[in-house]
């Protein structure tokens, strides 16, 4: 079939405009309502016109208006996903396995970093909220004086946008389900293996205070001590360790005390970075003189010599679980809300030394 003239000089113009459906029919010397027809896969038109729609479309580079369509059906297929702090290798996993269940539903996902900051996170659930978001997927920001975002997720919530907690949760928000990790157990679980090998004195790296994972860790780290008969020495339990230098001086000054730990736990990558290279500045060896304890599992800690010893999350499947309850309820096929708790592996490698 042979080109429309206006449409070749505007193929041939270094400033193309954007192909609309009205040049398309022009193209194809047809109406707009058929060309609108065939590429919305709607019926009235011939499977053989629907080809030559389908192909004149593909080679004019036409682009559909996402916009005009999210206005005629009132969905835009796009979900907002509000991480604590990008930097975290946690959160590529975690978004790696939320595609895997939106991308063939043909959904897209926001990225928003509020980089643990209470007021940024307030103005990106205003913003989806404003732009016509299906569903949200957070993990949500807490302050050290206890204020949140609870009323704005309330607010989604009431008009009928979905809301997944993972990875952390706001307490007293019964009609929003989460994935979360049972980190308690996740800390008992590397307290246990330092006590097997002979370790009883322990400390723990605690990251943001007020954050509901970290509090749930540190929770877990002294119940776990209590119940395996460690005793707890609080100059050992370093919190709010969110600055790298900061948290790197207050270790150092643990491990230069007189009476220090012959074991170190981690609570996220970052520390499980900062602590190796704390050790390994003040000249001392892993495990020789320290052993430790990382969390997450990043290819990175298999580098490490020796490779780290972790506690590792179910990442990806926290992301696929997240984005599924949240399609479900888009979709209105989940009636009651989901509380969806997985649990942690350690990975032992040799970080860790066996005491006499």
């Not at 679980?189 to 007020?210: F, S």
């Not at 032992?348 to 030394?353: D, I, L, P």
Request: charged share 30%.
């Amino acid at each position: 079939m042979k080109m429309n003239a206006n449409v070749c000089e505007r193929l041939r113009s270094p400033v193309m405009k954007k192909t609309t459906i009205k040049d398309i029919a022009n193209e194809l010397n047809i109406s707009p309502s058929s060309v609108s027809r065939a590429l919305s896969d709607e019926p009235g038109v011939s499977p053989s016109l629907r080809k030559e729609i389908v192909d004149a479309a593909e080679r004019l580079n036409y682009i559909p208006n996402s916009s005009a369509k999210s206005l005629k059906t009132r969905k835009t297929q796009t979900v907002g996903l509000i991480v604590s702090d990008i930097r975290n290798p946690f959160f590529l996993d975690f978004m790696s396995g939320v595609e895997t269940v939106l991308f063939p539903r043909g959904y897209k996902f926001i990225v928003c970093d509020i980089g643990e900051d209470f007021e940024k996170e307030r103005i990106y659930i205003k913003w989806l909220l404003e732009h016509g978001v299906e569903g949200i997927l957070s993990s949500p920001c807490g302050g050290e004086d206890g204020r949140n975002n609870s009323r704005l997720y309330r607010e989604a919530v009431r008009r009928n946008i979905p809301v997944v907690f993972y990875d952390r949760i706001l307490e007293g928000l019964d009609r929003i389900s989460s994935v979360t990790l049972d980190n308690r157990q996740a800390i008992l679980q590397g307290v246990l293996h330092l006590k097997e090998n002979g370790h009883r004195k322990l400390g723990i790296v605690l990251h943001k205070k007020g954050i509901y994972t970290i509090e749930e860790r540190r929770m877990g780290f002294l119940e776990a001590c209590k119940m395996l008969d460690i005793e707890i020495n609080a100059d050992w339990i370093i919190e709010n360790a969110v600055d790298a230098e900061r948290a790197s001086l207050s270790l150092e000054s643990v491990l230069k005390s007189d009476r220090r730990p012959d074991a170190i736990i981690s609570t996220n990558q970052f520390l499980n970075e900062v602590i190796v290279a704390t050790v390994r500045r003040m000249g001392l060896k892993i495990p020789g003189d320290l052993s430790i304890v990382g969390f997450d599992d990043h290819s990175m800690n298999e580098l490490i010599e020796p490779p780290l010893t972790t506690i590792r999350q179910p990442v990806k499947d926290i992301g696929r679980i997240a984005a599924t309850i949240m399609l479900s309820e888009i979709d209105g096929t989940r009636g009651d809300k989901s509380k969806v708790v997985l649990k942690a592996e350690l990975l032992q490698r040799k970080s860790v030394s066996k005491l006499m």
